[in-house]
C-alpha cells in the first residue's frame, strides 16, 4: 500500500488529538500504540482550562464521561498561607477525569475523523532513507510515513532511536504516590495543592465518583516510604487535616500508585523526517498539573505547521517548519518548567517562598492572577516581577530575625539561579 502521509507512535493525549487535527485536514494518519483502549496510565489527569478548549474543539468533550469534574476553584496552601480562588463568571472551568477514560474518548475522535488507529501494536525501530526517517518497524511489519511522530510519553522510544539528545535537565524533586477514594462526600469541583513541612500534595475530585489525592514526599525518602506504602501515606496525608479529613474513612479503589524514576527535560524535538510532541519531547514536574496541557497546546501549534509543510510538497520546507515549531515550544514551555521546578523542590518551603505566596494572597486579584498563570494567560514572570521579589526578600529577612543569615544565603542562592536561567533562555538549543 502506499506510505501514510504521517505516522504517530503513541496514542494517548498528544498522539490522537494531533491524528484528528491532521485527518481533517485530509491528511493519510496511521496512529501505533501498544495498549488495548481503555487502558489507565499514570498521570495527575488535570487539564487546565485552554487545554479544555481544545478538547472541545475536538468534539472530544462530548464523549467524556457525563461524571467527568469540571474544576471551578483552587486553593493553595504553602505552610501557613492560603490562598482560596474561584473562576469568574464567564470563565472556562478546568477538567477532570482519569486517563483510562480521557485516552479512550480521544482515541475513538480521531478514529471518527479518518485516523487509523492500531493498538496493540508495538513499534520496534524507525526506518530510514539515508539519514531520513521514513516510517516505523512494527511487531506486525513496517507502516511507512512521510513524517514519524514521537507522542510515546517521557520514556520515548522514538527519541531514543531518532538519537534525540536532552538539555536543560532537572532532577526529580518529589515521589508521587496517588490514591483514588470511593465515596467522598465532598466532590466540591476543587483542586487542592499544598505543601506543608515536607510533604506535597496534589488532589482533585475526578470521573466514576471518585476523588484522587496525591501525596509526594521528598525522593530522597523514597526508600523509607515504599518500604511500607500505606503506612507512609497514611501519615502523609494526616499532613494536611484537610485532606486527610475529606478522605478518612473512605476505601481506596485500586492499589496506590507511585512515580519515583523521573526527571525533567527539554528534549530535541525534530530532524529529518520525525519530531516529539507533548511528554516524548519535554517534561516537566508534575506538581502545578500542566503536562496533559501541555501536550495539547504544543499539537495545536504542531498541526498547522505539518499541514503547511506537505502543502509545500518539498521536504526542506516541513523540516524547516518543524524547526520553527522546536523554537516556540522550548520559549513558551521555558517559564513554566522552572516554576514548576520550584515549586517541587524537596524540602520544606523556604522563607522567600512563603513570603511571597503571602504577599500574593493579600494582593487584590492575586489569587485570580495565580489562576491565570496556570492556564498560561500569563508567564510566571509576570506574576513573579522582579520588584514584588525584592520586596519579599525583604520582608522574609524581617519576618524571621533570627533566621536572617540562612534567609539571606536562600536569596543569594535564588538570585544567582535566575541569573543562570537568563542565561540559558532559549534561542539558540546548546550545543552538542
Given at each position: 500500500m502506499?506510505?501514510y502521509d504521517?505516522?504517530i507512535?503513541?496514542a494517548r493525549?498528544a498522539g490522537?488529538?494531533l491524528?484528528t487535527m491532521?485527518?481533517r485536514?485530509?491528511?493519510a494518519?496511521c ?10 496510565t499514570?498521570?495527575t489527569h488535570v ?16 464523549r467524556?464521561?457525563d461524571?467527568?469534574?469540571?474544576i471551578?476553584?483552587?486553593?493553595l496552601?504553602m505552610d501557613d498561607?492560603?490562598?482560596?480562588e474561584?473562576?469568574?463568571p464567564g470563565?472556562?472551568?478546568g477538567l477532570?477525569a482519569?486517563r483510562?477514560?480521557?485516552d479512550a474518548?480521544l482515541v475513538?475522535?480521531a478514529r471518527?475523523a479518518g ?9 520496534t ?6 539519514d ?15 513524517l514519524?511522530?514521537?507522542?510515546d ?7 531514543d532511536w531518532?538519537g ?6 532537572t ?5 508521587l504516590?496517588?490514591?483514588y477514594?470511593e465515596g467522598?462526600a465532598?466532590?466540591e469541583p ?6 506543608i513541612?515536607?510533604?506535597a500534595?496534589?488532589?482533585?475530585p475526578?470521573?466514576g465518583?471518585?476523588?484522587?489525592s496525591?501525596?509526594l514526599?521528598?525522593?530522597?525518602a523514597?526508600p ?5 506504602r500505606?503506612a507512609?501515606y497514611e501519615r502523609?496525608?494526616r ?11 473512605r476505601r481506596?479503589v485500586?492499589?496506590?500508585?507511585v ?13 529529518p523526517?520525525w519530531?516529539?510532541?507533548?511528554d516524548?519531547?519535554h517534561?516537566?514536574?508534575f506538581t ?6 501541555d501536550a495539547?497546546?504544543?499539537?495545536d501549534?504542531?498541526a498547522?505547521a505539518?499541514?503547511e509543510?506537505?502543502a ?5 520546507t516541513l523540516?524547516?517548519l518543524?524547526?520553527?515549531?522546536w523554537?516556540?515550544r522550548?520559549?513558551?514551555a521555558?517559564?513554566?518548567?522552572w516554576f514548576a521546578?520550584?515549586?517541587g523542590?524537596?524540602g520544606?518551603?523556604t ?7 503571602r504577599?500574593?494572597s493579600?494582593r487584590?486579584g ?7 498563570m496556570?492556564?498560561h ?8 516581577t522582579r ?11 524581617a519576618?524571621?530575625p533570627r ?6 544565603r536562600e536569596?543569594?542562592a535564588s538570585v544567582r539561579e535566575?541569573v ?12 552538542r
Amino acid at each position: 500500500m502506499d506510505p501514510y502521509d504521517v505516522v504517530i507512535v503513541g496514542a494517548r493525549c498528544a498522539g490522537s488529538p494531533l491524528a484528528t487535527m491532521l485527518a481533517r485536514q485530509g491528511l493519510a494518519v496511521c496512529v501505533l500504540d501498544q495498549a488495548r483502549f481503555p487502558s489507565d496510565t499514570l498521570s495527575t489527569h488535570v487539564v487546565q482550562p485552554h487545554g479544555v478548549e481544545l478538547l472541545d474543539r475536538l468534539g472530544a468533550l462530548d464523549r467524556m464521561p457525563d461524571d467527568a469534574v469540571s474544576i471551578e476553584s483552587l486553593t493553595l496552601v504553602m505552610d501557613d498561607v492560603r490562598i482560596e480562588e474561584t473562576q469568574l463568571p464567564g470563565q472556562r472551568p478546568g477538567l477532570s477525569a482519569r486517563r483510562v477514560t480521557m485516552d479512550a474518548a480521544l482515541v475513538d475522535v480521531a478514529r471518527a475523523a479518518g485516523a487509523e488507529v492500531r493498538t496493540a501494536t508495538r513499534a520496534t525501530g524507525l526506518l530510514r532513507q539515508g539519514d531520513r526517517v521514513v516510517g516505523v518497524e512494527t511487531d506486525g511489519g513496517a507502516v511507512c510515513g512521510r513524517l514519524v511522530i514521537g507522542a510515546d510519553g517521557r520514556r520515548s522510544s522514538v527519541a531514543d532511536w531518532a538519537g534525540s539528545r536532552e538539555y536543560h535537565v532537572t532532577p526529580g524533586g518529589r515521589m508521587l504516590a496517588l490514591g483514588y477514594f470511593e465515596g467522598v462526600a465532598d466532590l466540591e469541583p476543587r483542586l487542592r495543592i499544598g505543601q506543608i513541612g515536607d510533604w506535597a500534595f496534589l488532589a482533585a475530585p475526578t470521573d466514576g465518583g471518585l476523588y484522587m489525592s496525591g501525596v509526594l514526599c521528598d525522593l530522597a525518602a523514597a526508600p523509607a516510604f515504599l518500604a511500607d506504602r500505606a503506612a507512609s501515606y497514611e501519615r502523609g496525608l494526616r499532613a494536611w487535616p484537610e485532606l486527610a479529613a475529606l478522605v478518612d474513612g473512605r476505601r481506596m479503589v485500586g492499589p496506590l500508585r507511585v512515580q519515583t524514576d523521573w526527571h525533567g527535560f527539554f528534549r530535541e524535538a525534530a530532524g529529518p523526517g520525525w519530531v516529539l510532541v507533548g511528554d516524548a519531547g519535554h517534561f516537566k514536574d508534575f506538581t502545578p498539573g500542566q503536562g496533559i496541557s501541555d501536550a495539547l497546546r504544543q499539537v495545536d501549534r504542531l498541526a498547522p505547521a505539518i499541514v503547511e509543510g506537505f502543502a509545500s510538497d518539498r521536504e526542506a520546507t516541513l523540516d524547516a517548519l518543524l524547526q520553527r515549531w522546536w523554537t516556540w515550544r522550548d520559549e513558551d514551555a521555558w517559564e513554566m518548567y522552572w516554576f514548576a521546578s520550584d515549586m517541587g523542590a524537596p524540602g520544606p518551603p523556604t522563607p522567600l517562598v512563603t513570603r511571597v505566596l503571602r504577599d500574593i494572597s493579600k494582593r487584590p486579584g492575586g489569587g485570580q492572577d495565580l489562576l491565570r498563570m496556570l492556564d498560561h494567560e500569563i508567564p510566571p514572570s509576570a506574576l513573579f516581577t522582579r520588584p514584588r521579589l525584592a520586596l519579599a526578600a525583604v520582608r522574609a529577612l524581617a519576618d524571621r530575625p533570627r533566621q536572617a543569615r540562612a534567609t539571606a544565603r536562600e536569596i543569594g542562592a535564588s538570585v544567582r539561579e535566575q541569573v543562570r536561567r537568563d542565561r540559558l533562555r532559549p534561542g539558540v538549543v546548546p550545543a552538542r
